[in-house]
T-cell receptor, first 115, second 111 residues
Framework: GAVVSQHPSWVICKSGTSVKIECRSL??????MFWYRQFPKQSLMLMAT?????????EQGVEKDKFLINHASLTLSTLTVTSAHPEDSSFYIC???????????FGPGTRLTVT | EDKVVQSPLSLVVHEGDTVTLNCSYE??????LLWYKQEKKAPTFLFML????IEKKSGRLSSILDKKELFSILNITATQTGDSAVYLC???????????FGTGTSLTVIP
């Protein structure tokens, strides 16, 4: 099956700093990548959808200036959490999809802790 | 407001039991319903359902969609301890790659 990787798997940063999370599709070209956030014992919440070469589409309530998404190529999307605060601490998961009729494949997730 | 509701929230069964997990939805512009299994980390894909009444099977797992009543069920027969996980249901809209996830059903299978 298709493989999606994320890096780093775990990051701790200080309040006020920025952190970048990478999402790569390893064996297929992803026209669309998704970024989700998951709090403990809660479901995945879609934050934004990005298509290669175009601006990301953010879900309602997600600050686009805080969560910068760049889908630079068909195999790489990045999420940058700017000026992180402790309430940004969460599990961030990306997924990638080749075409709209195919399922999305999830990365292993990145646990962000902001101190 | 679009929403996906799963029930029960949690379930504990013995090995060998059969379980049925439910997912109901209220989503405009429905494209598909998906089931995922989430263990420690990221969800893994189980099924994608787009048509009513057509059962999808994979080993001991099966799922079916009812687009008239707006729900789906996921059946697991002869459960094993390795089936212990959170099972997530998601609905995709056909308006620009939007997915809505339910809160999941936490299944624990005890030996």
């Amino acid at each position: 099956g298709a493989v999606v990787s994320q890096h780093p798997s775990w990051v701790i940063c200080k309040s006020g700093t920025s952190v970048k999370i990478e999402c790569r599709s390893l064996d297929f070209q992803a026209t669309t990548m998704f970024w989700y956030r998951q709090f403990p014992k809660q479901s995945l919440m879609l934050m934004a959808t990005s298509n290669e070469g175009s601006k990301a589409t953010y879900e309602q309530g997600v600050e686009k200036d805080k969560f910068l998404i760049n889908h630079a190529s068909l195999t790489l999307s990045t999420l940058t959490v700017t000026s992180a605060h402790p309430e940004d601490s969460s599990f961030y998961i990306c997924s990638a999809r080749l075409l709209v009729q195919y399922e999305q494949y999830f990365g292993p997730g990145t646990r962000l802790t902001v101190t | 407001e679009d929403k996906v509701v799963q029930s029960p929230l949690s379930l504990v069964v013995h090995e060998g039991d059969t379980v049925t997990l439910n997912c109901s939805y209220e989503v405009t512009n429905f494209r598909s319903l998906l089931w995922y299994k989430q263990e420690k980390k990221a969800p893994t894909f189980l099924f994608m359902l787009t048509s009513s009444g057509i059962e999808k099977k994979s080993g001991r797992l099966s799922s079916i969609l009812d687009k008239k009543e707006l729900f789906s069920i996921l059946n697991i027969t002869a459960t094993q301890t390795g089936d212990s996980a959170v099972y997530l249901c998601a609905v995709e809209k056909n308006t620009g790659n939007q997915f809505y996830f339910g809160t999941g059903t936490s299944l624990t299978v005890i030996p």
